[in-house]
């Protein structure tokens, strides 16, 4: 029974490892900066027009989680809000960013992400890294990823090895798994 376990424990960790490197793929898609895909269940992506919102939605996606601050440069909430609202798909605003990383906001972001009305879900920002690090929380946290796996998986969505948003992902991670 114990050979079988860690037969199927090494082929599980196999395939996790083969799945995150071949999942990300990335498309142009206008209105949307740095789309990118993964699986069928969620896309990341950096900023978005109003007008992308019904496209996000063709494309069967029931929910938005934008992760933009209302103070940011070209963020319009209000408009994208009315968008998601008027395309009838559900839209979650969790302003994530600047000098203050607040643990509290990936907190929320995992119980958005883990709501069954939420997936498939589009995760965005300015440039597609903090959608990317939510990502990497909840491929750790709720997934149970090894980090290196999610951090290959998140790399490749646009996290920046060097961001500070990196840092507070670990830390959060290290925090929650303790």
């Known amino acids: 029974m114990k050979r079988l376990l860690a037969v199927a424990a090494l082929c599980g960790a196999y395939a996790a490892t083969t799945y995150a490197q071949s ?3 990335r498309e142009d898609v206008e209105g949307i900066v740095n789309f990118a895909r993964i699986e069928t269940t969620v896309a990341c992506a950096g900023a ?15 929910s938005i989680i934008n992760l933009r601050r209302a103070s940011e440069e070209g963020a ?3 408009a994208e809000a009315a968008a998601a609202d008027e395309a009838g798909i559900k839209f979650v605003h969790l302003p994530f960013g ?14 958005t992400i883990t709501e069954p009305d939420t997936a ?3 995760i965005h920002c300015a440039g597609g890294g903090r959608a990317a690090t939510m990502w990497f929380i909840k491929r750790v946290i709720v997934d149970e990823w090894d980090i290196d796996t999610a951090l290959e998986e998140a790399t490749a969505l646009g996290l920046n090895p060097e961001s500070p948003t990196r840092a507070f992902a670990l830390d959060y991670i290290a925090a929650q798994t303790g």
């Open 98 to 111: 600047g000098p203050q990383l607040d643990p509290t906001v990936a907190d929320r972001f995992l119980e």
């Open 48 to 62: 978005i027009t109003p007008d992308s919102v019904t496209k996000i939605r063709d494309m069967g996606f029931r």
């Open 76 to 78: 319009n909430i209000d």
């Open 120 to 122: 498939p879900a589009f």
């Open 23 to 25: 999942q990300v793929v």
